[in-house]
């Protein structure tokens, strides 16, 4: 168990860990990331083949001497399922040696690095999985003395081009001589920050709709055959109708994506886990009967500062 300085109860030694830049200065390209309990942190980002540097600082918590089996630096890409609780599974595992067994008479300072590391997963936190990075420095004991050990976090974001324009959705759906809509959404793939632009247009109107909203849905899908688990949340609802529509009525749709808390699509990550994204267009009628019809969207990350794509424009329904 850590406490806030850094110390580990029962260990022998305190572990500090500093980010740094290629020039020796700290590290402050961060990521502002959820908590469990809805806080956030600050972790430092990295990216696909980005270096990994800093400076580990150990100090002996006893006036006596103080002999160790040898200090590492731990670099580890783990993948967590809650469904195998303690069996995470390893697909980053690197190490470095920092001093071979000896004693330590005072605080130490060591530098480490991991060049052109390979981060080929984003890092992760959903409902039922965990894709984590972190270094763990290890201060191997001697004799009665235990292991001191510290976890280090770092966050990992990498980034798509896209190199040919999505082509838009377009579909039509209803209940026979009840109801029949056409929708449509001008691309089939958006950027975290992207705008969704479409239409609602009804063509045949029977039934006494309430009101009309849209819903961004998340689905996590973890194990593989009759061990799949799928888990879905609802990451946010986009009212865009109140009252009863009539026929030949339609309905833009503007939802900007910026403001949720959403990922990039990820499929089949290390063969665990993947992420999907829906837009889930519901209705409602007087008697509160839902109808729905789902439309899986892709996500992906685009680097801040890059080519500005042009600025969608609603499509005209036919």
């Known amino acids: 168990m850590k406490n806030i300085l850094g110390l580990v109860q029962g260990a022998a030694a305190r572990i500090d860990l500093e980010f740094k830049t290629e020039r020796g200065q700290p590290y402050k390209k961060t990521a502002s990331v959820k908590t469990k309990n809805g806080e956030t942190e600050e972790l430092p980002l990295y990216t696909n083949k980005d270096d990994i540097l800093g400076e580990i600082r150990v100090t002996p918590l006893t006036t006596k001497k103080f002999d160790h089996q040898g200090i590492r630096v731990q670099l580890i890409g783990q993948i967590e399922l809650a469904s195998e609780r303690g069996q995470p599974h390893d697909f980053v595992a690197l190490v470095r040696e920092l001093a071979p067994a000896g004693d330590l008479p005072a605080s130490k300072t060591f530098p480490f690095e991991f060049r052109n590391v390979e981060l080929q997963y984003d890092s992760y936190r959903g409902q039922q999985v965990r894709c984590r990075y972190l270094l763990r420095v290890t201060v191997a ?48 793939k958006y950027h975290l920050r992207d705008v969704v632009v479409g239409k609602i247009f009804f063509l045949l109107v029977r039934i006494k709709l309430k009101y009309m909203e849209l819903e961004i849905r998340r689905k996590e899908t973890t194990g593989s055959g009759s061990a799949t688990h799928n888990e879905s949340d609802t990451i946010a609802k986009y009212e865009i109708m109140d009252g009863a529509p009539v026929k030949s009525e339609s309905i833009p749709i503007r939802l900007y994506l910026a403001p949720f808390d959403l990922t990039p699509t990820y499929r089949e990550v290390h063969n665990k886990f993947s992420v999907r994204y829906f837009l889930n267009l519901v209705l409602v009628d007087e008697e509160d009967r839902r109808y729905f019809k789902q439309q899986e969207i892709g996500l992906y990350r685009r680097e801040e500062g890059g080519p500005q794509e042009p600025a969608p424009v609603a499509p005209a329904l036919a």
Request: with cysteine.
């Open 141 to 188: 004991g001697r004799g009665m003395t235990a292991d001191s050990k510290r976890d280090f976090p770092l966050w990992v974001r990498n980034y798509e081009k896209l190199h040919e324009a999505a082509a838009p959705i377009k579909m039509e759906v209803g209940i026979e001589d009840c109801l029949h809509i056409e929708f449509e959404y001008d691309k089939a």
